[in-house]
């Protein structure tokens, strides 16, 4: 059986993923203040990031329409699976969701799935993975839903901010909070619950004892690392992405790592400076 998996544009894929013919990015679109920006290959992250430094007001997004998704859909692969950032940070699922419904009115042989990352980032990268590994092992389209919803649920997402400005501007953190965090150089250790909503874990007085923090969480959380692959996207900070690859590896062994630096949506959440790790 052929296949297609779609990733919405928070979900970045790997350089030697880009040109693949099994995997099609959908994109989102940013604006910053005039500037309309769409998050595909023309995405520049330095401009962007200099963009919203300038700018007192937050980024806005705008999921892919229901036609786009139905434009993905358009394949001779006989299973397309979809993957899209959590339903509750964008209507991206939503979207997918609704082009489903239509596209199968016309083409009821088609089989789609929609997941429901509840995470964003490379978050979204590891579930796409996830499907290609399971479709070369020639299991069934059912099967593979199955095994891939399951992994989604196991999934854990961990992050640290270099800045709250971006939570400030957009309204989730209030400007007391944010004017404090800043003038102490406090960072938040982050996390998604299961559901797909962020909350935060702990805090510490600057970017590398968040981190440690971040890590400790992690090993605590995670004892069957050797059976995961460990996902880490960075916005502008290969360093940092590195530095926490390495403390992980420290006393946990992982069955792959994959590295990928931030795309548009997801430069929005993390801004400059900002960590993801899926596991």
Not at 140 to 169: C, D, H, P, Q, W
């Amino acid at each position: 059986m052929s296949f297609k998996i779609v990733i919405d544009s928070c979900g970045e894929l790997p350089e030697n993923y880009k040109n693949n013919p099994n995997f099609e990015s959908v994109p989102l679109t940013i604006d910053v203040d005039d500037f309309h920006i769409i998050d595909d290959e023309t995405f520049d992250q330095a401009d962007f990031l200099k963009k919203v430094a300038a700018s007192p007001n937050a980024p806005k997004s705008a999921c892919p329409s229901p036609e786009r998704y139905m434009q993905a859909y358009e394949t001779d692969a006989d299973n397309v699976y979809v993957v899209t950032l959590s339903s509750q940070l964008s209507g991206s699922y939503n979207s997918a969701e609704l082009a489903k419904s239509l596209y199968l009115e016309e083409h009821p042989g088609k089989n789609i799935h929609v997941f429901d990352s509840r995470s964003a980032s490379v978050g979204e990268t590891l579930i796409g993975l996830k499907v290609e590994e399971y479709e070369e092992m020639g299991l069934s389209f059912e099967e593979i839903v199955e095994k891939v919803e399951n992994y989604r649920k196991g999934a854990r997402t961990y992050f640290v901010l270099e800045t709250l400005e971006t939570l400030r501007k957009n309204g989730r953190l209030s400007n007391l909070k944010a004017f404090v965090a800043g003038a102490l150089n406090i960072k938040p250790v982050m996390g998604a619950t299961p559901e797909g909503t962020i909350y935060q874990i702990d805090q510490a007085r600057g970017m590398n004892k968040a981190l440690a923090k971040m890590v400790s969480v992690i090993e605590k959380n995670t004892p069957d690392s050797e059976e995961r692959i460990l996902g880490i996207s960075h916005c502008n900070c290969p360093e940092r992405a590195e530095y926490v690859k390495g403390e992980l590896q420290r006393n946990m062994k992982f069955r792959d790592v994959l590295i990928v630096d931030t795309a548009g949506i997801s430069s929005t959440y993390a801004s400059d400076g900002g960590i993801i790790v899926v596991l």
